[in-house]
């Protein structure tokens, strides 16, 4: 259980047995290229009132990967700053949060200010995904790469992403009720065979809007 403000100065790794708890209000400060690496489950009890912060404040990289889980994930008002692709050893992947084969919720969160990586999130090989009432803004790359996962994109904001906003490899998801504006690419990018439905979302000031390839 994490509460109040947790400083993270080495990469920490929970095994498939263990279910990470972190209280509202906390604090997570990644320093010198610290990671959290969790094989259990992870829930981020954050409200309106007390959101989580979870960021690194030393210019270094620090990620947070959730792979194989054993349960579960649910993450609520929680903020995700400052963070970069994960590089520790023999881990490495391309975005500053990532969920591989974990189910997830993920609600009235924001991401912004990823400092390396191509994507702030990143879903993988994941039967059901959830995202709602979440903001994405100033991503270096995509905001969110969803490769071969099943989910929705619900009530959530899309604004200064550098490259594109939402994109899907063969994945069957939704996209309703997002707002989107202000993309160096694409607003949604369906390709590998996805099926995607989006549905009441409006993309402006985006070099491409909607774009389906490879077979999608």
Same mark, same amino acid.
């Given at each position: 259980i994490y509460d109040g403000l947790i400083n993270i100065n080495k990469t920490l790794i929970f095994n498939e047995n263990e279910f990470i708890l972190i209280k509202e209000g906390s604090k997570l400060n990644f320093k010198n290229n610290a990671n959290l690496i969790i094989n259990g489950g992870l829930e981020i009890r954050g409200t309106k009132s007390d959101s989580v912060d979870i960021y690194n404040s030393d210019s270094s990289k620090s990620?947070?990967? *959730?792979? @194989?889980?054993?349960? #579960?994930?649910? /993450? &609520?008002y929680t903020n995700f700053y400052s963070l970069s692709s994960l590089s520790e050893s023999f881990w490495k992947n391309t975005s500053a949060v990532t969920?591989?084969? %974990? @189910?997830?919720?993920? &609600? #009235? %969160? +924001?991401?912004? +200010? @990823?400092?390396?990586? !191509? !994507?702030?999130?990143?879903? *993988?090989?994941? !039967?059901h995904f959830s995202i709602d009432n979440c903001n994405f803004s100033n991503i270096l790359f995509d905001g969110i790469d969803i490769d071969f996962s099943d989910g929705i994109i619900i009530n959530s904001i899309f604004s200064k992403i550098g490259n594109d906003a939402i994109?899907?490899?063969?994945? @069957?998801?939704? *996209?309703? #009720?997002?707002? /989107? #504006?202000?993309?160096?690419?694409?607003? *949604? %990018?369906?390709g590998e065979a996805s099926k995607v439905i989006v549905e009441a979302t409006s993309v402006s000031e985006s070099k491409f809007g909607i774009v389906s390839k490879d077979l999608s």
């Amino acid at each position: 259980i994490y509460d109040g403000l947790i400083n993270i100065n080495k990469t920490l790794i929970f095994n498939e047995n263990e279910f990470i708890l972190i209280k509202e209000g906390s604090k997570l400060n990644f320093k010198n290229n610290a990671n959290l690496i969790i094989n259990g489950g992870l829930e981020i009890r954050g409200t309106k009132s007390d959101s989580v912060d979870i960021y690194n404040s030393d210019s270094s990289k620090s990620s947070l990967l *959730v792979l @194989n889980a054993s349960f #579960n994930s649910l /993450i &609520s008002y929680t903020n995700f700053y400052s963070l970069s692709s994960l590089s520790e050893s023999f881990w490495k992947n391309t975005s500053a949060v990532t969920f591989y084969n %974990s @189910n997830v919720k993920i &609600s #009235n %969160s +924001k991401f912004f +200010k @990823n400092v390396a990586g !191509d !994507d702030a999130l990143n879903i *993988v090989n994941t !039967d059901h995904f959830s995202i709602d009432n979440c903001n994405f803004s100033n991503i270096l790359f995509d905001g969110i790469d969803i490769d071969f996962s099943d989910g929705i994109i619900i009530n959530s904001i899309f604004s200064k992403i550098g490259n594109d906003a939402i994109d899907f490899s063969g994945s @069957n998801s939704t *996209v309703s #009720n997002c707002f /989107i #504006n202000s993309i160096g690419d694409k607003g *949604v %990018s369906a390709g590998e065979a996805s099926k995607v439905i989006v549905e009441a979302t409006s993309v402006s000031e985006s070099k491409f809007g909607i774009v389906s390839k490879d077979l999608s």
